[in-house]
Each structure stands twice: as structure tokens, then as C-alpha cells.
């Protein structure tokens, strides 16, 4: 089988019909061509003989640019890196909020598929009733998180460092959403982790210094990173903290960081 780069095929094409229609129209030097039925060339005369050299260069043309557009879109939209943005905070008014919206706002909507939860406007209930001894019934916001998570390639947080761990809603939320099955299942002392091949990158802020969560033996970022994503197979490839945050002196702290969200956002690859 011949094998074409990507517009040969086009090209091939055409140019055999057009060999075979100049053939026809002179009668030919190839025997088997000649013999061919007189209603034959007569079906194929009436479109191509009719055409000037110059517009059928113009048709060739033409059917060449659809082909490569067609391949072109087809692989442009393959290549898009799938992100999923999520919001942690329940207070839509808030700086980590504000930190949200600069980060979607300034990603490149031609170079990924985004997707977003802001787990502040879903409903679900972040209590799991009766642990893991019976599954809860089914809900609409956890079963689109769990898609979302699926879909992802990418997983960007967004959240407060509260009682160094992170909001009730967000621990509800993992509660409800990472489940047996779906992301991880045990098997004896072995974690299969079902989300294997996804990044994250944790944007955080805390009251306290930023160093202090990152060297604290029950650090928050380890939490996160090792115990729940990475339990998932979610790798955690970079966190960003802004320590000290609600102190009124640090004002342009806050502005240069969401400075940084922005920059990051638009050089994301």
C-alpha cells in the first residue's frame, strides 16, 4: 500500500482523474483505456471538458486548502490540553476567589479545553452519612465533578489553608467525590490509583508565613499532594502560597501575587 503525507493524498487524487480525463479526451496510447465504452467517456467529458487549464488549477487548489484545513482543525483540536479549574473557596467575594477568576480569565482558550467547579454554588451534601457502609444516592454536582475529574488533564486548586488543612467544604468534597472505585480501590496493602497521568498545581493562602506550611511535619501541601491527589495517582507539580495574607500591610503582596496567577495562567503549556 502507498503510504501519503498529509495533502499527497489530494494531490494523487486529483491528478489521476485529470490524467485519465486527458487520456479519454485524445483518445489515448493505452490499449485497455481505448477500449473502454464510448458511454464511459461521454460520462466523464461533460464536467472536466468543459473546464479551462487555469480552473482546474483553481479546483485543485481549492480541494487542497479544504483538506489541509479539515486536517489541521482535526488535529488542533485533538491537541488541546483538557484544564480543570476548581474553585475551593464557599465565599464568592473572596480573595482566593478573586485568585480564581484572574487564573480563567487569562488561560489561552485556544490552546485548552477548560472546564470549572466552584464547589461555593453546588448543593451537594459534604457529609458522608453512613461513612463508606452504604453509597449515597446519587447527586448531580458529585457526579459532575467526577466526570470533570475524568476528563481532566490538567487540575488547578484553588483554596484558604484553614487550621492548617483546607475548608470543610473542600474536605466534603473529596470526601464525596474521590471514592472507592472511582479513584482509587485497595487491594490488600496496594493502592490501584484509577487517575493516573493527571498534574495538578495548588494555589493557596495562608495567614501564617508560607515557609511554615511548607516545613511543618503536618503540612498541608504534603496533605494534598501525597495523601489524597497522589493516593488518586494525581501528580502535584507545583504550589503556590501567599502566607500572611490578611494583614491589611500586605496589600501589595496580595496585588503582586495576583499579578504571578495571571502570568502563570498565561504561560500554562
Not at 10 to 21: D, Q, Y
Not at 70 to 90: R, Y
Request: aromatic content about 10%; some cysteine; glycine content about 6%.
Amino acid at each position: 500500500m502507498t503510504n501519503f503525507a498529509p495533502g499527497e493524498m489530494a494531490e494523487w487524487s486529483i491528478a489521476t482523474v485529470l490524467k485519465t480525463v486527458d487520456l479519454h479526451g485524445s483518445g489515448g496510447s493505452n490499449p485497455s483505456l481505448s477500449a473502454r465504452t464510448k458511454k464511459s467517456k461521454v460520462a466523464l467529458q461533460p464536467f472536466f471538458m468543459r473546464l479551462s487549464l487555469t480552473e482546474i488549477n483553481q479546483l485543485r487548489r481549492h480541494y487542497l486548502s479544504v483538506f489541509n484545513l479539515f486536517l489541521f482543525l482535526k488535529k488542533t483540536t485533538l491537541e488541546m490540553k483538557k484544564i480543570l479549574v476548581i474553585n475551593a473557596h464557599p465565599y464568592d467575594k473572596s480573595y482566593v476567589s478573586e485568585l480564581y477568576r484572574t487564573f480563567v480569565n487569562h488561560l489561552d482558550t485556544e490552546r485548552f479545553q477548560i472546564k470549572m467547579l466552584e464547589l461555593g454554588k453546588m448543593s451537594f451534601d459534604p457529609a458522608l452519612r453512613s461513612g463508606y457502609s452504604e453509597k449515597m444516592d446519587a447527586d448531580k454536582d458529585i457526579q459532575l465533578s467526577q466526570e470533570s475529574l475524568a476528563w481532566a488533564e490538567h487540575i488547578v486548586f484553588f483554596y484558604p489553608i484553614w487550621w492548617t488543612s483546607m475548608p470543610g467544604l473542600l474536605k466534603g468534597w473529596i470526601d464525596r467525590t474521590l471514592t472507592p472505585g472511582f479513584a482509587y480501590n485497595q487491594n490488600g496493602y496496594k493502592t490501584i490509583k484509577h487517575l493516573k497521568g493527571r498534574t495538578a498545581h495548588l494555589f493557596l493562602t495562608a495567614d501564617s508565613p508560607a515557609f511554615y506550611h511548607r516545613l511543618i511535619p503536618n503540612s498541608p501541601i504534603r496533605l494534598m499532594r501525597k495523601h489524597i491527589l497522589g493516593l488518586c495517582g494525581i501528580k502535584v507539580v507545583k504550589t503556590d502560597i501567599i502566607g500572611l495574607a490578611t494583614l491589611s500591610s500586605r496589600d501589595e503582596s496580595r496585588k503582586k501575587f495576583i499579578e504571578k496567577v495571571a502570568k502563570i495562567a498565561k504561560e500554562l503549556r
